[in-house]
């Protein structure tokens, strides 16, 4: 969750739009990594397909859909270790699920974090004019 965030963090502007998936609220940041009040997990696409063509398009207000959200809980009875969401084995559950989703089943959260590290090394370096 900290990786995704810090890759979202260092996208250039072309893609400022574009929002983490994983917040819940886009105005707030994610903080800790075991801190999820402000996360999600989108587990799959929300597709919009037109009756008339065919033509499938994503929702544009909604682009994705979170299987795991009726089942996580901000209960207390559900939480461990001060994390937000819980049973802790559907929040494990959930995060598998989006991050197979949002990087494919054979990126791992090594590669994630280390791309996200070099996405901020590149954006904070200065590029040489030319």
């Known amino acids: 969750v900290s990786a995704m965030e810090q890759l ?3 996208r250039p502007d072309t893609f400022a739009e574009e929002e983490n998936p994983l917040r819940l609220n886009a105005d707030i940041h994610i903080q800790a ?5 402000n996360v999600q997990f ?4 929300n597709w919009i397909i037109d009756q008339t063509n ?3 398009s994503l929702y544009p207000n909604s682009p994705y859909l979170y299987d ?3 089942s996580l809980s901000t209960s207390d009875e559900d939480l461990f270790c001060d994390a937000g969401l819980g049973p802790p084995t559907v929040l494990a559950q959930a995060c ?3 991050m197979d989703f949002l990087l494919g089943s054979s990126v791992s959260i090594g ?8 996405v901020n090394e590149f954006a904070s370096s200065e ?3 030319e």
Do not use: C, N, Q
């Open 8 to 10: 979202y963090v260092g």
């Open 33 to 37: 990594s075991s801190d999820f009040e």
């Open 42 to 45: 989108p587990t799959r696409f």
């Open 54 to 56: 065919g033509i499938a």
């Open 68 to 70: 795991f959200e009726e």
């Open 96 to 98: 598998d699920a989006s």
């Open 111 to 118: 590669m994630l974090t280390s791309t996200a590290k070099a």
């Open 127 to 129: 590029v040489p004019d």
